[in-house]
T-cell receptor, first 114, second 113 residues
Framework: NAGVTQTPKFRVLKTGQSMTLLCAQD?????MYWYRQDPGMGLRLIHY???????AKGEVPDGYNVSRLKKQNFLLGLESAAPSQTSVYFC?????????????FGDGTRLSIL | AQSVTQPDIHITVSEGASLELRCNYS??????LFWYVQSPGQGLQLLLK??????LVQGIKGFEAEFKRSQSSFNLRKPSVHWSDAAEYFC???????????FGTGTRLQVTL
């Protein structure tokens, strides 16, 4: 049982380049989330989705776009990468419906923008 | 808006000693509260959660946490720490809206032998 899988695990980009991070979950979860983790700041929510075809902004959405064309996948895009987007990105999923259900996390993508 | 404070950035304990990690939250309604652990280079793993009922909750790896509404706290405890417990620990508060989580800034635990 893979759970939440993120690809790639590592990536180095140059300023201005674009890329897409892929998150896939095999638990048939309704809700999916993208976070970024920076030293001393915990995890901050970028965007989230409460179902196939839906997306919504989180706490720090600027510079990112997302899509959820299939229930099991949640894509995070950087249109024009900036050094401030150097971070560790985590995807999570949740079965939805009730707030006490925990989120399940992938192992992260470490992204460096030069 | 909800918020979570973990006042201790870094804690060092000896193996076999007891542990308490502090967490204070701010939320207008009854909170959903979680503790997660993150080992280096890994994602977050759920240790335990509270959403109603008994205010002392048991989790995996011998951890427990106590919800104290009067103090807006949800402190994590373990009676005897093992070297493998060295990791970063995050407290989070959840809302009913899309089950979103707000995380604290984390506490890094170092265990000395």
């Amino acid at each position: 049982n893979a759970g939440v899988t993120q690809t790639p695990k590592f990536r180095v980009l140059k300023t201005g380049q674009s890329m897409t991070l892929l998150c896939a979950q095999d638990m048939n979860h309704e809700y999916m989330y993208w976070y970024r983790q920076d030293p001393g700041m915990g995890l901050r929510l970028i965007h989230y989705s409460v179902g196939e075809g839906t997306t919504a902004k989180g706490e720090v959405p600027d510079g990112y776009n997302v899509s959820r064309l299939k229930k099991q996948n949640f894509l995070l895009g950087l249109e024009s990468a900036a050094p401030s987007q150097t971070s560790v990105y985590f995807c999570a999923s949740n079965q939805g419906g009730q707030g006490h259900q925990p989120q399940h996390f992938g192992d992260g993508t470490r992204l460096s923008i030069l | 808006a909800q918020s979570v404070t973990q006042p201790d950035i870094h804690i060092t304990v000896s193996e076999g000693a007891s542990l308490e990690l502090r967490c204070n939250y701010s939320y207008g309604a009854t909170p959903y509260l979680f503790w997660y652990v993150q080992s280096p280079g890994q994602g977050l793993q759920l240790l335990l959660k509270y959403f109603s009922g008994d205010t002392l909750v048991q989790g995996i790896k011998g951890f427990e946490a106590e919800f104290k509404r009067s103090q807006s706290s949800f402190n994590l405890r373990k009676p005897s720490v093992h070297w493998s417990d060295a990791a970063e620990y995050f407290c989070a508060v959840g809302t009913g809206t899309a089950s979103k989580l707000t995380f604290g800034t984390g506490t890094r635990l170092q265990v000395t032998l």
